[in-house]
């Protein structure tokens, strides 16, 4: 917007956006440039985006746990009715 000379209230008539719309939009690119992500209309620090992406993992995790305990008890149970026979 400013590389092209607009002020903020011409370049969201250009783009046809509000000028909230467009001001969102430009802080929001800046944080990024910055290093900081955007959550839900937040701004994110380093650290609670390293949390987000620990929870994730121990999301995945205990999802993985849960699905060999699974297959473990179904095998077992598979080899017990095998060893009947």
Do not use: H, P
């Not at 607009?6 to 910055?34: C, F, Q, T």
């Not at 121990?58 to 009947?84: G, Q």
């Amino acid at each position: 917007m400013t590389k092209q000379g607009y002020r903020g209230i011409e370049g969201a008539k250009a783009m046809g956006v509000s000028i909230i719309a467009l001001r969102d939009g430009v802080r929001r690119s800046m944080s990024e440039k910055s290093g900081q992500t955007i959550s839900q209309g937040k701004t994110m620090t380093a650290d609670q985006q390293r949390i987000q992406e620990l929870e994730a993992k121990l999301r995945k995790v205990e999802r993985e746990k849960d699905i060999l305990k699974k297959a473990s008890s179904l095998l077992m149970s598979e080899f017990l009715n095998t060893s009947r026979e």
